[in-house]
């Protein structure tokens, strides 16, 4: 298994950015697709970004052009560049991580993200 743990996430106020990072160890991390998910409250979890294995990225609708997913292998990190955020952008925000080979998906304890004047 490999261990996932978020930070950056805060408060901020609507059209400010924020960086979220996450961490991975145990694990060889370039063998790893990576993702940002997100939940608010009484929601379903989401997909916000994707990065693959080769630095291919996929994003939901609602935050192309805003965010940027992008990973660093040397690093053992993947990061989400947050711009012009909005308060529908709150939430928690998690790390995943899979392998082609694997039917499992690892996940992080989630980073808190709160957007409001």
């Known amino acids: 298994q490999v261990q996932l743990v978020e930070s950056g996430g805060g408060l901020v106020q609507p059209g400010g950015s924020l960086r979220l990072s996450c961490a991975a160890s145990?694990?060889?991390?370039?063998?790893?697709?990576m993702a940002w998910y997100r939940q608010a409250p009484g929601k379903e979890r989401e997909l916000v970004a994707r990065?693959?294995?080769?630095?291919?990225?996929n994003y939901a609708d609602s935050v192309k052009v805003r965010f940027t997913i992008s990973r660093d292998n040397a690093k053992n990190t993947v990061y989400l560049q947050m711009n012009s955020l909005k308060p529908e952008d709150t939430a928690v925000y998690y790390c995943?991580?899979?392998?082609?080979?694997?039917?499992?998906?690892?996940w992080g304890q989630g980073t808190q993200v709160t957007v409001s004047s």
């Open positions: 145990g694990s060889v991390f370039s063998d790893y697709r």
């Open positions: 990065i693959s294995r080769g630095g291919i990225t």
């Open positions: 995943n991580a899979d392998r082609p080979w694997e039917l499992a998906s690892y």
